[in-house]
């Protein structure tokens, strides 16, 4: 049967009588209007399968060949064996707002594009005029149609209850504005309402995967990125803003820093905890609220006059003086980074890095 309006009719009309479960694989947008019209049917209970869950499922069962036919059995097979997830379809205004947004994302990859060209073809005399004002000229028409789709998605969203009240809490975050927020909120109102915090991470690809086997290999984690790369992508402006202009989510950052992380992990870090916060947020109906994203230890009130004056410490020994490690960051979320001398050697040795060289000498005087 074709994947038409009038392949779909038949198809449900051969499943009119009895109650039936159908599977399909979500193969890019193919699959979304024969699920839509089966879902309207109320005797027939429709799973959309992960692809790679289908795939791996057939390497399961070693199929070698792929057709029409064997992928069909491989999705039998799979129905039977595997557990049944039903598919909830989200509303009509989800969709659109996803579609205005992915359709968005990729008038601004093409801007940025032509950027780069208008850019290179500058910085040379060789290129004709009649090219730089075509590059221009086709830099303001995508300028004109990317502001077109943001006004006619934040008018969508104006008109749904719904989707009004999701997008006023995600604003109220630190780092999310109209930009962000549409195309945070346009990735997650499609999800099901059922699923946890880490299912959304998972979904997003900002989960960890280990690689681990014996004794010789331990490779360190790495995000898996096998999930919605759009989610990701709205994520990663708003934690580095966020990390600059919140003190609580300034004072996580710095924790991981101060852990040993590098910059890039920490802001991955910060990216999947804003997704929990976002989570946790939409569940309580409940503003932002740094406090409860990462509360920052108080201050030792011993060693608060001594925050950014190293005294000398004679080492043993040696001729030669250290610094102790007392204090630590301060100012992160002001965007003032001032790591002393003791917080760097500290970090640096938990975690296999170089030792200050006053303590390298003492010890070899030891």
Same mark, same amino acid.
């Given at each position: 049967?074709?994947?038409?309006?009038?392949?779909?009719?038949?198809?449900?009309?051969?499943?009119?009588?009895?109650?039936?479960?159908?599977?399909?694989?979500?193969?890019?947008?193919?699959?979304?209007?024969?699920?839509?019209?089966?879902?309207?049917?109320?005797?027939?209970?429709?799973?959309?399968?992960?692809?790679?869950?289908?795939?791996?499922?057939?390497?399961?069962?070693?199929?070698?060949?792929?057709?029409?036919?064997?992928?069909?059995?491989?999705?039998?097979?799979?129905?039977?064996?595997?557990?049944?997830?039903?598919?909830?379809?989200?509303?009509?205004?989800?969709?659109?707002?996803?579609?205005?947004?992915?359709?968005?994302?990729?008038?601004?990859?093409?801007?940025?594009?032509?950027?780069?060209?208008?850019?290179?073809?500058?910085?040379?005399?060789?290129?004709?005029?009649?090219?730089?004002?075509?590059?221009?000229?086709?830099?303001?028409?995508?300028?004109?149609?990317?502001?077109?789709?943001?006004?006619?998605?934040?008018?969508?969203?104006?008109?749904?209850?719904?989707?009004?009240?999701?997008?006023?809490?995600?604003?109220?975050?630190?780092?999310?504005?109209?930009?962000?927020?549409?195309?945070?909120?346009?990735?997650?109102?499609?999800?099901?309402?059922?699923?946890?915090?880490?299912?959304?991470?998972?979904?997003?690809?900002?989960?960890? *995967?280990?690689?681990?086997?014996?004794?010789?290999?331990?490779?360190? %984690? =790495?995000? #898996?990125? !096998? /999930?919605? +790369?759009?989610?990701?992508?709205?994520?990663?402006?708003?934690?580095?803003?966020?990390?600059?202009?919140?003190?609580?989510?300034?004072?996580?950052?710095?924790?991981?820093?101060?852990?040993?992380?590098?910059?890039?992990?920490?802001?991955?870090?910060?990216?999947?905890?804003?997704?929990?916060?976002?989570?946790?947020?939409?569940?309580?109906?409940?503003?932002?609220?740094?406090?409860?994203?990462?509360?920052?230890?108080?201050?030792?009130?011993?060693?608060?006059?001594?925050?950014?004056?190293?005294?000398?410490?004679?080492?043993?020994?040696?001729?030669?003086?250290?610094?102790?490690?007392?204090?630590?960051?301060?100012?992160?979320?002001?965007?003032?980074?001032?790591?002393?001398?003791?917080? *760097?050697?500290?970090?640096?040795?938990?975690?296999?890095?170089?030792? %200050? =060289?006053? #303590?390298? !000498? /003492?010890? +070899?005087?030891?």
């Amino acid at each position: 049967m074709p994947n038409t309006q009038a392949g779909h009719k038949t198809v449900c009309a051969s499943l009119a009588d009895g109650s039936v479960k159908v599977c399909l694989e979500a193969t890019g947008i193919y699959h979304l209007d024969v699920a839509l019209a089966l879902k309207s049917m109320a005797n027939v209970d429709v799973m959309v399968a992960n692809p790679r869950a289908v795939h791996d499922f057939a390497g399961a069962l070693m199929t070698r060949g792929k057709t029409d036919a064997s992928d069909a059995e491989v999705l039998v097979e799979f129905a039977e064996r595997m557990p049944w997830q039903s598919w909830h379809a989200p509303s009509e205004a989800c969709f659109e707002l996803r579609t205005l947004c992915r359709h968005t994302v990729s008038l601004r990859k093409q801007l940025t594009a032509e950027k780069t060209r208008l850019a290179r073809a500058q910085a040379t005399e060789s290129i004709s005029t009649w090219v730089h004002d075509d590059i221009a000229q086709g830099i303001e028409q995508l300028v004109a149609r990317i502001d077109k789709l943001q006004a006619a998605a934040l008018e969508l969203i104006a008109t749904d209850a719904g989707l009004k009240r999701q997008f006023k809490m995600l604003c109220t975050i630190p780092g999310i504005a109209a930009t962000s927020g549409v195309q945070l909120l346009s990735e997650l109102c499609v999800l099901p309402s059922d699923m946890i915090a880490r299912q959304w991470v998972a979904h997003a690809g900002l989960d960890p *995967r280990r690689h681990e086997s014996g004794t010789s290999v331990n490779k360190p %984690p =790495r995000i #898996t990125k !096998a /999930g919605n +790369a759009y989610v990701r992508r709205a994520l990663y402006m708003p934690a580095l803003v966020a990390v600059r202009h919140d003190p609580h989510v300034a004072g996580f950052y710095e924790h991981l820093l101060d852990g040993g992380k590098v910059k890039m992990q920490a802001v991955v870090a910060v990216m999947r905890k804003l997704l929990h916060a976002v989570w946790g947020m939409q569940r309580s109906n409940t503003a932002w609220d740094g406090a409860r994203f990462y509360h920052r230890p108080a201050a030792n009130p011993a060693n608060a006059e001594d925050q950014g004056n190293l005294v000398p410490v004679q080492a043993e020994h040696s001729d030669e003086q250290v610094a102790p490690a007392s204090g630590g960051r301060s100012n992160a979320g002001e965007g003032e980074q001032t790591p002393d001398a003791a917080v *760097r050697s500290r970090r640096g040795t938990a975690h296999g890095g170089r030792q %200050p =060289r006053a #303590t390298r !000498a /003492g010890r +070899a005087a030891c």
